[in-house]
T-cell receptor
Framework: GEDVEQSLFLSVREGDSSVINCTYT??????LYWYKQEPGAGLQLLTY?????DMKQDQRLTVLLNKKDKHLSLRIADTQTGDSAIYFC?????????FGQGTTLQVKP | DTAVSQTPKYLVTQMGNDKSIKCEQN?????MYWYKQDSKKFLKIMFS???????INETVPNRFSPKSPDKAHLNLHINSLELGDSAVYFC???????????FGEGSRLTVL
C-alpha cells in the first residue's frame, strides 16, 4: 500500500541549513510534494518535484529525489525563525494525496 | 479574498450531538476534500468530491456524511458525535486529480 514516513522533529540554529527527510513506498507516484503548516493554520504547498527529476531548487529550498531508494529530502538554506512549522511530505497516490506524519522544525535564535 | 473558507473555526459540543462544518472555495477548482488531523498532527483523507460527485470515501464511519450542493461547496455533517471525533477538520480544493491542494484554516472540533 501507499505509505509515507518522516522523522518527527528537527531542531536547528537560525542561519543553519535544515534537511528534512522522507521515504515513500509507491514507486508509481508521478509527483512528490512538500507542504508547510504554521501553528493554527492550514497546509500550504511549498514545492513539488516530478518523479523523473533528481533535484529542484526554488530560492532557499532544494528538493532532492532518490527514486531508487524512494527517498525525498527538503533542504532549507539559511533557516529563519519564520521557518518554524510542521513540514509534510506527500505523494500522489491513486487519486489522492498521501501525507507523512509531519516533521516539526524548531529554529532557535 | 479567502480562497478556501470553512466555518466554524471552533466547535465545542457534547457527545451524541449532531454538527456540521461548511466549506466554500472561490478558486474554480473541480475537486474538494475533507481531511482529518488528529492530536499527533497525522493527516488523513476522509472524502473527495469532483464536480459534486463522490470519488473517494475512505473507511470513515457512516456517521460522517459529506454533501456537495455545487462544485464550490463541500459540507460535512457528523451525527452522534463521539469523543474520538475530536480533531481538526480541514477542507481543501484542487484542480482535478492534482496534488496541489489549497487548504482552509481548519475547524477544530472538541467533543466533551
Amino acid at each position: 500500500g501507499e505509505d509515507v514516513e518522516q522523522s518527527l522533529f528537527l531542531s536547528v540554529r537560525e542561519g543553519d541549513s535544515s534537511v528534512i527527510n522522507c521515504t515513500y513506498t509507491d514507486s508509481s507516484s508521478t509527483y512528490l510534494y512538500w507542504y508547510k503548516q504554521e501553528p493554527g493554520a492550514g497546509l500550504q504547498l511549498l514545492t513539488y518535484i516530478f518523479s523523473n527529476m533528481d533535484m529542484k531548487q526554488d530560492q532557499r529550498l532544494t528538493v532532492l529525489l532518490n527514486k531508487k531508494d524512494k527517498h525525498l529530502s527538503l533542504r532549507i538554506a539559511d533557516t529563519q525563525t519564520g521557518d518554524s512549522a510542521i513540514y509534510f511530505c506527500a505523494e500522489l497516490g491513486t487519486g489522492k494525496l498521501i501525507f507523512g506524519q509531519g516533521t516539526t522544525l524548531q529554529v532557535k535564535p | 479574498d479567502t480562497a478556501v473558507s470553512q466555518t466554524p473555526k471552533y466547535l465545542v459540543t457534547q457527545m451524541g450531538n449532531d454538527k456540521s462544518i461548511k466549506c466554500e472555495q472561490n478558486l474554480g477548482h473541480d475537486t474538494m476534500y475533507w481531511y482529518k488531523q488528529d492530536s499527533k498532527k497525522f493527516l488523513k483523507i476522509m472524502f473527495s468530491y469532483n464536480n459534486k460527485e463522490l470519488i473517494i470515501n475512505e473507511t470513515v464511519p457512516n456517521r460522517f456524511s459529506p454533501k456537495s450542493p455545487d462544485k464550490a461547496h463541500l459540507n460535512l455533517h457528523i451525527n452522534s458525535l463521539e469523543l474520538g471525533d475530536s480533531a481538526v477538520y480541514f477542507c481543501a480544493s484542487s484542480p482535478f486529480s492534482s496534488g496541489e491542494l489549497f487548504f482552509g484554516e481548519g475547524s477544530r472540533l472538541t467533543v466533551l
